[in-house]
């Protein structure tokens, strides 16, 4: 079966094709993010006009890629929430009228459930049941997977998402957006013991998150200094980045003890965090548990997820509902 799948809930474009026999035979993906940093963050009306732009061309570039005509799709995936809702609409009206015009099965799939199977894709892959931490721009979770759609909320941020923490940390710094990418690299050259800030909720003993504390620390340690200059904010970008991946791993090492379970999923752009990883993996290997990673290129929104998590609601006879965006929606 030759799955299609396409996102467009935020400010990616992503478009892909799964084949259930063959795997993933090409994705592409087109980022906003320079159109929307000169106003530092995504401006809704400027990302919905902008998927339309780019979501057929893409489509056609991946049929071209794997070889495949229109009349080869088999059903078409696409993320119908949670999301900004006129972003979601341009996926959603594609594979619809896509669907009508080739006849084919057209299913919505939560943007979430996209990112926490897409570990999956990577090889060696995990086998359910897993725990996954899924960790974006919008979303901190931990969740135990049982298997497709047998999803359990083990915890979730009680406020900021930890994207949005480093986000709206890098903004504090002068460091453009989205800060993450820009906030790690910075904190490379930095010295992590400088300053202390605070691991909030890290001992709470439940599997919930907060980090709006944390970024109100950098805040008050930014006004304390007389002088910003690169090394300070580098030490400071270190401090918070060794605070966030103490505070993720704690509760990481919660689940898996809380679960009994052998295998952690890491979902989500904050995925994509260096220091995270290692921070994990050490901990995997002292507490003798297997991380799991999805390929570096879709830790972020990516049209992949959203073909296989569609392959495999498909695959599970689940079928499509009415033409319908969920702009708030809960994975569990
Ligand atoms: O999953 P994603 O692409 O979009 C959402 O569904 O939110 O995640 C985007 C988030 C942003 O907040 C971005 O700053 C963060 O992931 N991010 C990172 C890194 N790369 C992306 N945060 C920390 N370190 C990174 N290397
Ligand atoms: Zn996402």
């Not at 006129?86 to 080739?102: P, Y």
């Not at 049982?146 to 930890?162: C, K, P, S």
């Not at 890491?266 to 290997?285: K, P, T």
Request: net charge negative; aromatic share 6%; charged share 20%.
């Amino acid at each position: 079966m030759l799955v299609l799948g396409l996102e467009s809930s935020c400010d990616e474009t992503g478009v892909a094709l799964y084949d259930t026999e063959y795997g993933l035979l090409a994705h592409h993906l087109h980022t906003q993010m320079a159109m929307h940093a000169e106003y530092g963050g995504v401006v809704p009306e400027l990302a919905s006009r902008d998927h339309i732009r780019r979501v057929l061309p893409l489509t056609e570039a991946c049929l071209q890629e794997a070889g495949k005509t229109r009349a080869d799709i088999d059903a078409i995936a696409f993320t119908e929430g949670p999301g900004l809702a006129g972003a979601l609409l341009t996926a959603a009206a594609v594979a619809n009228g896509l669907g009508v015009a080739l006849g084919k099965p057209v299913i919505g799939v939560h943007h979430l459930e996209g990112h926490l199977l897409s570990p999956l894709l990577a090889s060696p892959r995990p086998d359910f049941p897993f725990v996954a931490l899924l960790v974006s721009g919008g979303h901190t979770q931990l969740m135990a997977v049982h298997g497709v759609g047998h999803y359990e909320l083990l915890g979730e941020t009680l406020d900021d998402a930890a994207g949005e923490a480093f986000d709206k940390t890098a903004k504090l710094l002068g460091l453009g957006y989205p800060g993450g990418p820009a906030l790690s690299k910075l904190a490379e050259q930095g010295d992590a013991s400088r300053f202390t800030l605070p691991r909030p909720m890290q001992h709470s003993g439940d599997l919930d998150f907060s980090f709006a504390g944390l970024k109100t620390a950098v805040l008050t340690l930014v006004k304390k200094q007389a002088e910003l200059d690169t090394q300070t904010r580098a030490d400071i970008c270190a401090a918070f980045q060794a605070a966030i991946v103490d505070v993720i791993s704690s509760k990481c090492l919660g689940a898996m003890k809380q679960t009994g379970l052998k295998q952690l999923v890491v979902a989500g752009g904050v995925g994509a965090n260096r220091q995270l990883r290692d921070g994990l993996n050490l901990m995997a290997a002292r507490r003798k548990f297997k991380v799991f990673y999805p390929p570096l290129d879709l830790c972020t929104d990516n049209g992949a997820m959203i073909a296989f998590a569609g392959a495999q609601r498909l695959m599970h006879a689940q079928t499509a509902g009415p033409f319908a965006v969920r702009p708030r929606w809960d994975l569990a």
